[in-house]
């Protein structure tokens, strides 16, 4: 389909950035469905087994009958991964006018909810297009021909929230602030539980919102960061969350959150910004990577976090 010495092209970039916001639409992953299954079998409260149970369901359905697994739907957005040796055709503006025409299509063509909206006049496009929107973020990697498209369905009115945090707050700060943003959006009916808690703990208040965010959307439900200290606070937020039962929809039960990723980033020494957002039971995310020969290969795993991503030093 491509030359490595055109590199990328175009039209494979749009097909690619169609697709997968097409799958993130309707198709659960993996990881949510093995997560919702579990959630199913050990709730004890009727209620919130029966809401489980049909959510499964609507899953099976959503595929069946080729149409988005939720009714509202959120805000489409992007990652990139871009290997440091891949060649787009056209440069990264053709990667971003395919990929916003991926959504305008995408749109019409399984008639997602048009929920972009100018901010004061509330012109709607009706495209879920406008100005910055869709979001496109990018990260890269040493050593890759290739580029990896990461397409996420995010709930949009909910679950994203900032403090500022000092030092001698410590973890039990960071536990409050999880609590008080759950108790927060689940008292304002803005939350649709269970849910994947992402914690952006540290750098500054921009990167603590963003790696919230990504931290939310962009891990394998089960997966631990590497980093052992963050990864015990990972388990303890999570009972946490669970302990609160406000359960499957708020109704009251066992699981609240599917899991909590933290991701850190170092920040100032006399601070501890800290962003949490929540990735809602529409656990919408789909990945290709596009391999320079034009290859396209569609797997479950965003490997968004990886070394040198997280990378400390100079290399
Ligand atoms: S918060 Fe999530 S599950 Fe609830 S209506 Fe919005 S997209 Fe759907």
Redesign the pocket.
């Known amino acids: 389909m491509v030359s490595a010495s055109t590199g990328i092209s175009q039209e494979l970039l749009y097909q690619v950035g169609y697709e997968v916001n097409k799958r993130a639409a309707i198709v659960v992953p993996q990881d949510g469905l093995t997560a919702f299954g579990n959630a199913w079998e050990r709730e004890s409260k009727p209620l919130a087994h029966f809401i489980l149970g049909k959510i499964l369901e609507n899953a099976k359905l959503a595929v069946a009958d080729a149409r988005p697994m939720?009714?509202?739907?959120?805000l489409p957005r992007y990652y990139v991964k871009v290997g440091n040796e891949a060649r787009i055709d056209g440069g990264f503006v053709a990667l971003e006018r395919s990929l916003r025409r991926a959504v305008a299509d995408v749109t019409q063509d399984i008639q997602l909810r048009a929920n972009r909206v100018h901010p004061l006049t509330r012109k709607n496009p009706g495209n879920n297009l406008g100005v910055f929107a869709p979001n496109i973020d990018y990260s890269f990697e040493p050593d890759g021909d290739w580029i990896d498209i990461i397409a996420v369905?995010k709930?949009?009115?909910?679950g994203t929230d900032y403090r500022m945090l000092f030092p001698a707050d410590g973890t039990d700060g960071i536990k409050r602030f999880l609590l008080d943003n759950m108790a927060e959006f689940a008292r304002r009916g803005?939350?649709?539980p269970p849910v994947v808690v992402g914690v952006g703990l540290g750098g500054t208040k921009d990167q603590a919102v963003s790696l919230s965010k990504e931290a939310a959307c962009l891990r394998l439900i089960g997966n631990r960061h590497p980093d052992p200290d963050v990864a015990v606070l990972e388990e303890e937020l999570r009972e946490l969350a669970n302990k609160t039962g406000f359960g499957v929809m708020g109704v009251g039960g066992d699981t609240t959150a599917l899991d909590v990723h933290i991701e850190i980033a170092y920040t100032h020494t006399g601070g501890m910004p800290i962003a949490i957002s929540q990735f809602?039971?529409?656990y919408r995310r789909a990945v290709a990577r596009i391999h320079a020969d034009g290859e396209v290969e569609f797997r479950e795993d965003p490997l968004w976090f990886t070394d040198y991503y997280r990378r400390e030093g100079i290399d």
């Open positions: 939720c009714g509202d739907t959120g369905h709930g949009g009115l909910f803005l939350s649709c809602c039971t529409a």
